[in-house]
């Protein structure tokens, strides 16, 4: 399942606010990890068009070429998309509500 299914499924069934500026990116399996994908490039550049200031990306992506790349855009003010990771459902929807709805206490 994509995270942006399971995220989507949250929103409609919790008291959850998700944040609006926020794309993410990843597959989840049974234990809850957030698992690596492909094409983040593409990935990245569309949530960049679409006007995204953050993407949250699978921990196991985190060090690839294509999201240093906007790693780096993002730390020399060259872009406004600033892309955080998420190693497990927990954390993917930290990264994603609205401040102070989180699931830590």
């Given at each position: ?13 919790t ?13 989840l399996c ?6 690596p ?11 960049e ?6 993407a ?18 993002y730390?020399?003010n ?6 955080v ?21």
């Open positions: 399942v994509t995270a942006a299914a399971w995220l989507a499924f949250l929103a409609r069934f008291t959850l606010r998700f944040r609006r500026d926020t794309a993410c990116t990843g597959d049974l234990n809850g990890r957030v698992l994908v492909g094409s983040l490039r593409e990935k990245l550049s569309g949530a068009e679409m006007g995204m200031t953050r949250v990306v699978p921990w196991g992506n985190f060090e690839d070429e294509e999201v240093l790349e906007f790693r780096r855009k730390e020399k060259e872009s406004g998309l600033e892309v990771a998420a190693d497990n459902l927990v954390e993917l929807i930290n990264q994603c509500v609205e401040e102070g709805h989180g699931t830590s206490p």
